[in-house]
T-cell receptor
Framework: AQSVTQLGSHVSVSEGALVLLRCNYSSSVPPYLFWYVQYPNQGLQLLLKYTSAATLVKGINGFEAEFKKSETSFHLTKPSAHMSDAAEYFCAVSDGGDMRFGAGTRLTVKP | DGGITQSPKYLFRKEGQNVTLSCEQNLNHDAMYWYRQDPGQGLRLIYYSQIVNDFQKGDIAEGYSVSREKKESFPLTVTSAQKNPTAFYLC??????????????FGPGTRLTVL
């Protein structure tokens, strides 16, 4: 069965600094990978997804993620953090069955 | 506007009462899902349905029940058998599970509090 591990339950960056949120996956077949963002008391919003078309995936709000099969990773990055990026971020994997979510990483952006 | 709606946004329940959470979608998606979210635990799958009149248990189905009589609707009942029901409940739908179209779209959630 597939699974996802998000390294770091909390990440804090300064406004304008690089954002790096880590995600490693486990899957027995080529996976579909996703990043979602959740603002307080709201549902999850899709940031981007990987479906094997390209290893570097660009999403909304300036985020992107790179699929690295050799490292089984799908880390999320943004070159310059904005205050509005403060939220919880979830990595998810689907291999044709259920979608499995990581525990989430809460991103804090300091002024 | 196409999307997923959940109601109510906040729900309070006394111990021993059953309560039903509504989830409706007008995206014409075949599959629908219910998740429970607790702090620090991510999302855990309660039930899912890939077609009308059919549904399967997820990882934490005990104390919950669902129905799927219409494609657009997938209500979740939290029964008195659920020992710790206070949580944030999220409904989602997707077009074609297991394919490149398998993106789940989420509703705004219902926060259930047991008094």
């Amino acid at each position: 069965a597939q699974s996802v591990t998000q390294l770091g339950s909390h990440v804090s960056v300064s406004e304008g600094a690089l954002v790096l949120l880590r995600c490693n996956y486990s899957s027995s077949v080529p996976p579909y990978l996703f990043w979602y963002v959740q603002y307080p008391n709201q549902g999850l919003q899709l940031l981007l997804k990987y479906t094997s078309a390209a290893t570097l995936v660009k999403g909304i709000n300036g985020f992107e993620a790179e699929f690295k099969k050799s490292e089984t990773s799908f880390h999320l990055t943004k070159p310059s953090a904005h205050m509005s990026d403060a939220a919880e971020y979830f990595c998810a994997v689907s291999d044709g069955g259920d979608m499995r979510f990581g525990a989430g990483t809460r991103l804090t952006v300091k002024p | 506007d196409g999307g997923i709606t959940q109601s109510p946004k906040y729900l309070f329940r006394k111990e021993g009462q059953n309560v039903t959470l509504s989830c409706e979608q007008n995206l014409n998606h075949d599959a629908m899902y219910w998740y429970r979210q607790d702090p620090g635990q991510g999302l855990r799958l309660i039930y899912y349905s890939q077609i009308v009149n059919d549904f399967q248990k997820g990882d934490i189905a005990e104390g919950y029940s669902v129905s799927r009589e219409k494609k657009e609707s997938f209500p979740l009942t939290v029964t008195s058998a659920q020992k710790n029901p206070t949580a944030f409940y999220l409904c989602a739908s997707s077009m074609d599970p297991g394919t490149s179209l398998d993106t789940q779209y989420f509703g705004p959630g219902t926060r259930l509090t047991v008094l």
